[in-house]
């Protein structure tokens, strides 16, 4: 849909700074830019993981419970209080509940777009999708910043799915995540084609570099065009050429009751590989939970798991498991401060619950958690009205999250880069900063 | 609950409405606001709200509104809209004693907190309209009749970049009057042009071609504003067109003053339409009978050639498939069959399109004998049969109108489940049954949908006598109705020239006009002229100028819209994946059965292989990832060391080994390589290059061999066509 501009903000508008091309598109941008990169919390962290809530997590079975409320509000599940003083979270997070003075919790984000493909776009790039052009998301950004100064790693990985809105838009191949999939259903996590083929050896991957390397030169060179001088495998040869490649995806060398801790689904595992990935300094990962779009029976799918379940293995208990996982561990290697954890969904859902003994989807106001990169500490940020509909005050759109995220991160939301029909795009054209976020 | 104004601020307030209202005034000249004219509801003040964004969906156009406070979307509905302003909330956003007291004037305005911020002045000619119009008592008027809506523009500086707008409307019938003020411009994305919205005047920053929607009451107009470049181009670029496709392209060229690319060799020409018409690169034997052909009649031999080969149906069966859906049902091996061969007929026989179409319709029996009836049987449920019939057929993204009026286009809720309901009746068993009973529920109406023509009409019980499934049927291939002819050599020129007229080809909308709307006439003419068939429409593309102009990058920022240079595409992943296979001449084997096979004929959606959905493999249109040919990490990681290619490369009976084996030179190995891979000779330059380092020792030259067919396989030549 066409986004909303006040009529004001369009005629102060700056026309395009003319600044100098920086390598990867980006066009500098002037004393602004300064003023940003100055400013105190820009740059705090160098790794950032989102782990991706798919479907629109509830918000009153997580972050932001109600008490107080008729029982269709309330939902089914209790609440357990936290370490923030008068703070409480849904009963299942328990382990979230022990480390919330870590974190950072939104319970007035906002948004107007309740369809799937639409949201997700819109929390992962922080613009509203548009026919004609398709924005990078955040990890792409990232990646497209750090590439030159990054060795042999990937620098946005996802795993063990891309979900709309994950991937580079404009940006090209080059910034796509490396997907690390499952072998096979519920299987473990493996990056594949990481070992020489029966064969082959690193003098030859080499020798192929070089070869293909000519051989694109001269192609080049017979259409005219200006001479990159790389091949679409550069990323590929990049990362084979080290070893510490094939051990950062190897799960098996962490101890057994390491990966017991984050826990031995999916979702935990690839909790795992995220820690083990930025011990490495890969910019940006992405862990996607999927299953959080719960029309029904949100006792089966957000706790019990299956029917009948003694010890619930639902999304929530395994949600909780991994990220508290992580978060400690993060913490216990120094890595903490300086990486931003990101747990969040595209929207929440209906405060009501449904004759199905579900939520449908609500976008006018949910939750999410952060934790690391210098953010504030045991901080709420915003609320909900009585009832979960509504921003009570503070209210938080997708664009305001990805502005203070790539403050974050190191990325001047004010600067443009050059999208492929020639046309300087912003990073971040209508989010604010939020203050209480630094 | 106003707030008061200090008296030295009501002076300023003042002094600052005198200046802005003589400003106000100037523009008020070029409009009709400055007479005592009555304010109306339908055709002032729902259009003033559209304008600043009110009743978008992000705001009380949302289908929960805003605040308490819902609007149509965009205004489409105006009685509902003037329920909720005047009467709604205890008629409390009305003051008709105070009108700056009005909730709607001083919400907006600033005047009261607003959650949307303050979104125009309360001196602006906006403020003056909202008040002049509730002073006047908040009436509705009479309803009349949007009868025309137009735009017009000029360029009002020497330097021709920037334009002027005006909207020009008339109610029934009667003379037109100026409406630029109250009529919503925009461009998408909003940011990508500098525009004055409230001037309507807007700067063309750049070469190109820019589109402009226009906004009013319930009319959406595209504004087309092109800025030439002016490109002083090599004279012997220009190319004299050939036929009347390149004399419409050149046309639009000139216009911009582009210069055109040059055309790719002879050779790649071949290996292109080779790949574009039969999914496969040529033969060494084709190459040389090729050579042979008189040059004057070369080209048409070879496309005549290639469309009445059997490779050419094999092809296009597997496009077919993609597009309708087939795909397996467990337990069910038959379904694939029969639709397989009832597609592999159509193709073979060139079967006209509307045929076809009114027989995947309107099918119904055994779908294990009956192969059109699968589409209505793998269409699942009404709904999803009205978004795939709706996208197929018609070229319209129709979901969004689900849940609300679609905000991009004109479709409506009643469209959207007025479609599914004619769909309805169907029994989607095995056995296919049209007519029986059922119905789907029109969200909006929380009753049985009517059923309907998308933006045409209702279905009525005249129509019903047939089912509704026959009347849409016969709607749509009624030889009047140019929409089906029209997406389908839209969808064929897309894929043959990279980018389609309308693109994204299954997205034709008023808010998104064709690039060459008199072009995509003469196609649909022609078409129509050859009995609706595959076979001349592809004929004429291919032997045309603008298809065979070379990828070559002229400058950065031209838009691949005007065809000034080819568009390079990336091969399908079955292509690529039969292209190793055939280069190498080792045959692919079929794990589950240990028999050879090609991917193109892989053509049961469901059925999964890992190279080829590593690949990027495309199996349903909606589920389509735009960026299939980019060659991401995982891709690049597959192809290098992954089995798709290592296998059959390192295999030892590839057709290097057996050159090796008979003790070739390694001059013929190098050239008959080139040939197989880019379906050319190597230049001299190339066989220098390669020569000196071929190793000498029998074990070292069969790996370098292996390598160096690694890299030729892994080149951008090779990958695209």
């Known amino acids: 849909m066409p986004s909303f501009i006040p009529a004001k903000t369009l005629m102060r508008r700056d026309l395009i700074r003319i600044g100098c091309l920086f390598p990867f598109g980006w066009i500098g941008a002037d004393r602004a830019m300064a003023a940003t990169t100055n400013h105190v919390g820009f740059g705090t962290a160098k ?54 003075d870590r974190m950072t919790i939104i319970r007035s984000m906002t948004s107007p777009l309740g369809e799937h493909g639409l949201a997700n776009h819109y929390l992962l790039t922080g613009h509203h999708p548009s026919p004609s052009i398709v924005y990078p998301s955040l990890g792409s950004l990232v990646a497209n910043q750090r590439r030159g100064n990054f060795g042999a790693l990937p620098c946005y990985v ?27 259903q519920g299987g473990a996590l493996t990056a594949r084609d990481l070992d020489f083929y029966p064969g082959m050896d690193a003098s030859r991957l080499q020798r192929r570099r070089e070869m293909l390397l000519r051989i694109e030169e001269n192609h080049q060179q017979k259409q005219g065009t200006h001479s990159i001088k790389s091949s679409r495998f550069d990323s590929a040869f990049g990362m084979l050429a080290s070893d510490s490649l094939r051990q950062a995806f190897d799960l098996n060398e962490e101890p057994e009751g390491t990966q017991a801790k984050y826990g031995m689904r999916t979702f935990g595992q690839g909790c795992l590989l995220a820690r083990r990935l930025v011990e490495r300094e890969v910019p940006f990962v992405t862990v996607v939970q999927t299953g959080w779009d719960t029309h029904e029976n949100i006792v089966l799918q957000l706790r019990d798991g299956y029917a009948g379940a003694k010890e619930g293995v639902g999304l929530i208990p395994t949600f909780d498991q991994a990220a508290g996982a992580l978060i400690e561990d993060l913490e216990e290697r120094g ?21 199905r003994g579900g939520r449908d989807h609500w976008p006018r106001v949910f939750s999410m958690m952060m934790c690391g990169g210098g953010l504030p500490r045991g901080l709420v940020l915003g609320a909900s009205d009585r009832v979960g509909e509504s921003p009570a005050r503070d209210p938080v759109e997708p664009a305001d999250l990805v502005h203070t995220l790539c403050m974050r991160l190191g990325i001047d939301p004010h600067s443009r880069i050059m999208s492929n029909d020639g046309r300087p795009v912003p990073i971040n054209a209508h989010g604010k900063s939020i203050d209480a976020l630094g | 609950m106003g707030i008061e104004l200090s008296s030295a601020r009501k002076l300023s307030r003042a002094m600052l409405f005198a200046v802005v209202s003589l400003a106000c005034m100037s523009v008020a000249i070029a409009n009709d606001l400055h007479d005592d004219r009555a304010i109306d509801f339908d055709s002032d003040v729902v259009p003033i709200l559209t304008k600043h964004g009110c009743n978008a969906g992000a705001c009380h156009g949302a289908a929960a509104g805003r605040g308490q406070f819902p609007l149509s979307l965009f205004g489409s509905n105006p009685d509902a809209d003037y329920e909720a302003i005047v009467h709604a909330f205890q008629g409390r956003r009305i003051h008709l ?16 907190a607003h959650e949307g911020g303050e979104i125009f002045d309360p001196s602006s000619s906006t403020a003056l309209l909202l008040h002049r119009w509730i002073e006047q008592g908040a009436s509705r008027g009479a309803k009349r009749t949007l009868t025309s809506f137009r735009i017009e523009w000029q360029r009002i500086d020497s330097d021709r970049h920037r334009i002027q707008l005006r909207a020009l409307a008339s109610m029934d019938e009667a003379d037109e009057a100026e409406v630029t003020d109250r009529v919503r411009f925009s461009v998408d994305p909003s940011d990508s042009l500098p525009w004055d919205p409230d001037q309507a005047i807007i700067d063309l920053d750049r070469p190109g071609r820019f589109i402009v929607l226009a906004r009013y009451m319930r009319r959406v107009v595209p504004v087309i504003l092109e800025r030439p470049w002016n490109e002083p181009l090599d004279s012997a670029k220009k190319q004299t067109g050939a036929g009347w496709i390149d004399a419409e392209i050149d046309r639009q060229l000139d216009a911009m003053g582009l210069g055109r690319a040059p055309e790719v060799e002879e050779s790649a020409w071949m290996r292109r339409t080779c790949l574009d018409l039969t999914g496969r690169l040529p033969t060494l034997q084709q190459l040389e009978q090729y050579d042979a052909i008189d040059p004057s009649m070369r080209r048409q031999a070879w496309v005549d050639q290639l469309l009445s080969s059997p490779e050419y149906v094999e092809y296009g069966t597997n496009r077919m498939a993609r597009l309708l859906g087939l795909r397996g049902l467990p337990n069910e091996p038959q379904v694939v069959e029969s639709f397989a061969q009832w597609i592999r007929r159509s193709v073979d026989e060139d079967r006209p399109f509307p045929e076809m179409v009114r027989e995947l319709l309107t099918s119904s029996g055994d779908s294990h004998s009956i192969g059109a009836a699968n589409f209505s049987r793998l269409a699942g449920d009404p709904r999803s049969h009205a978004e795939v019939v709706a996208r197929t057929f018609m070229g319209v993204r129709l979901q969004c109108a689900n849940c609300h009026d679609h905000p991009f286009d004109r479709w409506t809720q009643d469209d959207y489940h007025g479609l599914a309901a004619v769909f309805a009746g169907i029994d989607r068993g095995r056995v296919v049954r049209l007519g029986s009973r059922g119905e789907v529920t029109n969200l909006k109406t929380m009753q049985a949908a009517r059923p309907r023509i998308p933006g045409v009409r209702f279905l009525e019980s005249a129509d019903l006598h047939d089912l509704g499934v026959d009347a849409f049927a016969k709607w749509i291939v009624d030889p009047g109705n140019p929409v089906l002819a029209r997406v389908m050599v839209n969808r064929v020129w897309g894929e043959m020239m990279g980018r389609g007229l309308v693109h994204p080809i299954d997205d034709f909308r008023e808010t998104n006009p064709a690039s060459h709307p008199e072009l995509l006439d003469r196609l649909v003419a ?20 603008v298809y065979s102009r070379s990828p070559v990058e002229m400058e950065l920022g031209v838009s691949e819209v005007f065809y000034h240079c080819g568009i390079a595409r990336p ?12 280069v190498l001449e080792v045959p692919s084997i079929d794990p ?42 995982e891709r690049q990681l597959h192809w290098l060391q992954g089995e798709l290619v290592q296998r059959p490369l390192l295999s030892g009976s590839t057709f290097f080994d057996r050159f090796i084996e008979s003790g070739a030179d390694d001059r013929t190995i190098i050239e008959n390589a080139y040939r197989r891979v880019y379906s050319r000779l190597p230049s001299p330059t190339e066989i220098e290059l390669w020569l000196p380092q071929v190793p000498a020792s029998a074990n070292q030259r069969r790996e370098w061999y292996q390598d160096w067919v690694w890299s030729l396989l892994s080149s951008s030549e090779f990958m695209n066509r």
């Not at chain 1, 079975?61 to 703070?87: N, Q, S, Y």
């Not at chain 2, 091969?571 to 055939?582: I, R, S, T």
């Not at chain 2, 991917?599 to 959606?605: C, K």
Request: hydrophobic share 40%.
């Open chain 1, 47 to 100: 790794s950032c993981i989102v782990l991706w809530l798919d479907g629109g997590p509830s918000h009153l079975e997580m972050w932001d419970p109600k008490v107080d409320v008729p029982a269709e509000v309330r939902g089914p599940f209790g609440t357990i209080p936290t370490r923030i003083p008068g703070i409480h979270f849904s009963e299942g997070l328990v382990r979230c509940a022990s480390l919330a």
């Open chain 1, 158 to 184: 996802a795993a063990p799915e891309i979900r709309t809105g994950m991937g580079a838009g404009f940006l090209g191949a080059e910034s796509e995540p490396f997907l690390v999939r499952t072998a096979k």
């Open chain 1, 335 to 355: 890595l903490l401060d300086q990486t931003l954890v990101i747990a969040m969904g595209e929207f929440g859902r209906t405060p009501k619950l449904n004759p």
């Open chain 2, 97 to 112: 004693q105070e009108p700056e007291s009005s909730l709607l004037l001083a919400k907006p305005s600033g005047r009261i």
């Open chain 2, 526 to 545: 022609f078409y129509r002229s050859e009995g609706y068939r595959l076979r001349p429409l592809l004929r004429q593309i291919a032997l045309s100028r």
């Open chain 2, 571 to 582: 091969l399908e992943p079955e292509v690529l994946f039969d292209a190793v296979h055939d």
């Open chain 2, 592 to 633: 589950s059965h240990g028999k050879e096979f090609r991917a193109v004929q892989w053509i049961d959606a469901n059925v999964s292989n890992e190279s080829l959905d590593i690949l990027g493999r495309c199996s349903r249109p909606e589920r389509c990832n735009v960026s299939a040919g980019s060659f991401g990490l």
